[in-house]
């Protein structure tokens, strides 16, 4: 291998050689890529030609035996095969039956064999077209019937032999190009690296010193640009040079200057360091100090729900008893104004929590099939008896093109419609109120509440969604309210990507217009249930239905017996957490009604034990609470509850929810 280095050197080691070896590898490939082209082109060719010729000689076997074979004359169409060997390529000829038997053949030992690899159709196949071989079978008709079949096969023969002697050709011609580049090659690198050896020479003389040395080459090809150039960087350098040590002492002065700049500066960064650290603690602490406050808001929003509604589910529940128990005149108007008083302290109630949940972000929307036409049944239904009591009109529409179904929150939208429908009726003394549903651009839905009310101001129009405020500061004595009710439908309507806008002038009454993206339900129609009441309710009843109440408070545990009983059902009470596991028993109860903050054990984890104690049956659990902060409806159904009611509830709240669970327990 020794050998072969003054080679390798001379090759890789100069731009010369490196020039002659790119120059001869580039014929070499270029050469090499010709010839095996130019090869596999006269190749495909050739076979191309073969395969006509083979075609043609087939079809002139199969056109002149037909008469034969119908005949079935085995002498002559051995005669015509044995004529076929006069083809210098032919590798075999043969004449079969419609059946494929060969009748007669260039390999007479073969007459008599049957052909097994004929064509399934009769028409001229091609059953082999390779290197070595080219297979033609052609079917053979009279009269427009398939008497037997012509097959011929041939090889390539002096085909190859005249390939092998192109490709040596080939190669003799790509030696000899790749020669003369290489020639070349060496010619043009002598003339390139005679000066650049002159520049290299130059090179050598700086280095040891001779700083003054230049190549000074005349000419104007590359070399001797590049040697003038050469020669300018020099002087360059040694100008910068002179430069650079000049300057070295003035670097040194700043560097002192810089030295003394960078300590001051440290020490400002570090006092700045020390203040941002002490401002992102307090910071830090101000986050938590929030949180906590928060969290102790959330919390103290869930007791005040429940400290709240716990009354308040005694005295509706038992207003809305006394009602139905059939009193006189006056007495039944005290307990009407009654339940109208608890109602109103419980919107009021309820718009605080909603607003707060709003404020801090934990309001979560559902997104379910809605029926819009039931949808307006339950919107009506609360304000149809004040608009009758103050003899106005009522009415409201949905127009044809406006889906049956559409999905959003239904809860959520309805309380926005209750609530403009009620400041509509509220607000209108006479005329009418009008609710109508309609398409409008853009894909949005349209709820339009229309009042022939006093009207509002524009000055006033434009507080109208601000919290804590009304119209104007008589409106609060009139008709009572927080001024939450319009902030909040602004704000829920904004979470469901739509908004509430007002068009209004004084004296001429108010359009109130919910705007909503809702988008149309998949799968079928589905018509709406309507709400259950005590009269009609669709639960099925009976001495053997009955139903364990767990509720620690003693008021709402009795109201909750004294409602089953309105709706013929027989009520077992229990007090505590612990007493309802020990009454429970599977099969013996049709539903449970659920409190959840209770003392020792809560309704979540009643729930937990009860589950645990069921085989097969599953008993189904309505959550009974107060509390009704975002969330609570998930957590509830996640421990194993069925349904949840909220306090106060109402007999036809109760017998609504009895109903579904008794569906749903009848479906299996």
């Not at 910071?283 to 808001?297: I, P, S, Y």
């Not at 819009?372 to 009758?388: D, H, M, T």
């Not at 044809?400 to 419609?417: A, F, K, T």
């Not at 028993?585 to 589950?611: H, N, S, W, Y």
Request: with cysteine.
């Amino acid at each position: 291998m020794k050998l072969l280095d003054p080679v390798r050197n001379y090759l890789f080691g100069s731009l010369r050689g490196q020039l002659i070896f790119g120059v001869a590898l580039t014929h070499a490939v270029l050469m090499t890529i010709f010839i095996v082209d130019l090869t596999h082109r006269q190749q495909v060719m050739l076979l191309e030609r073969q395969r006509e010729q083979t075609l043609a000689l087939t079809q002139s076997l199969a056109t002149t035996s037909a008469v034969w074979l119908a005949a079935n004359d085995v002498i002559g169409l051995q005669e015509l095969v044995d004529a076929q060997r006069r083809y210098p390529n032919l590798v075999f000829a043969l004449l079969t039956n419609a059946d494929g038997r060969v009748l007669a053949h260039t390999d007479k030992g073969k007459i008599g064999l049957t052909v097994l690899d004929l064509p399934e159709s009769p028409q001229t196949s091609i059953l082999s077209a390779g290197r070595t071989l080219v297979d033609v079978a052609v079917p053979v008709a009279l009269s427009g019937k398939i008497v037997g079949w012509a097959r011929v096969g041939t090889d390539l023969g002096e085909t190859s032999k005249l390939e092998s002697g192109m490709a040596v050709g080939g190669a003799f011609y790509a030696l000899a190009a790749i020669l003369i580049g290489s020639a070349m090659a060496w010619w043009l690198g002598l003339k390139v690296t005679r000066r650049l050896y002159a520049i290299e020479h130059t090179v050598d003389a700086v280095h040891a010193g001779r700083v003054g040395e230049r190549t000074r080459l005349g000419g104007t090809d590359e070399a001797a640009r590049l040697a003038g150039a050469f020669d300018t960087m020099l002087d360059t350098v040694t100008a910068r040079e002179r430069e650079l040590r000049d300057n070295q002492v003035e670097l040194q002065k700043l560097n002192e200057h810089l030295e003394e700049t960078v300590e001051k500066r440290t020490q400002e960064l570090r006092v700045a360091l020390e203040q941002t650290l002490r401002h992102q603690t307090e910071l830090v602490e101000a986050k938590e100090a929030a949180e906590a406050a928060a969290k102790a808001k959330g919390e103290f929003l869930a007791v005040m729900s429940h400290e709240l509604r716990t009354p308040l589910n005694g005295v509706l529940g038992f207003a809305e008893l006394l009602i139905l128990a059939g009193l006189h005149d006056e007495q039944r108007q005290y307990a009407e104004n009654i339940a109208s008083s608890g109602k109103h302290l419980l919107s009021v109630v309820n718009d605080i929590l909603d607003f707060s949940s709003i404020e801090r972000g934990r309001m979560v929307l559902d997104d379910m099939p809605i029926n819009i036409s039931g949808l307006l049944v339950n919107a009506s239904r609360p304000v149809e008896k004040l608009a009758r009591q103050k003899g106005i009109g009522f009415e409201n529409s949905i127009d044809n093109d406006v889906p049956h179904e559409m999905m959003g929150d239904s809860r959520r939208l309805l309380q926005i419609l209750i609530n403009l429908l009620g400041n509509a009726v509220k607000f209108t003394s006479q005329g009418s109120v009008g609710l109508r549903v309609r398409r409008a651009a853009g894909g949005m839905i349209e709820f339009v509440i229309e009042d022939s009310g006093p009207g509002i101001a524009p000055e006033v129009q434009a507080m109208l969604f601000k919290p804590f405020t009304q119209g104007d500061s008589s409106i609060s004595r009139r008709f009572q309210g927080t001024g939450l009710g319009l902030a909040i439908s602004q704000r829920l309507a904004g979470l469901m990507g739509g908004a509430v806008t007002v068009t209004s002038k004084e004296g001429s009454g108010s359009v109130f217009t919910l705007r909503l993206p809702l988008r149309t339900a998949d799968g079928t129609r589905q018509e709406q249930a309507p709400t259950p009441t005590v009269a009609n309710s669709a639960l099925p009843c009976g001495p053997e239905r009955t139903v364990l109440v767990v509720e620690d408070d003693a008021v709402n545990r009795k109201l909750a017996g004294r409602m089953l009983a309105k709706l013929g059902y027989k009520a077992e009470l229990a007090e505590s957490g612990p007493s309802a596991i020990a009454v429970f028993a599977p099969g013996k109860f049709q539903a449970i009604l659920m409190d959840i903050r209770m003392p020792e054990m809560d309704g979540l984890e009643v729930t937990r034990r009860i589950r645990s104690l069921e085989s097969e049956t599953r008993v189904p659990i309505i959550a009974l609470t107060a509390n009704v902060m975002p969330g609570d409806r998930e957590r509830f159904l996640a421990a194993g509850m069925d349904e949840f009611l909220s306090k106060p509830c109402t007999i036809d709240g109760l017998a609504e929810k009895l109903s579904v669970i008794s569906e749903r327990t009848s479906r299996g």
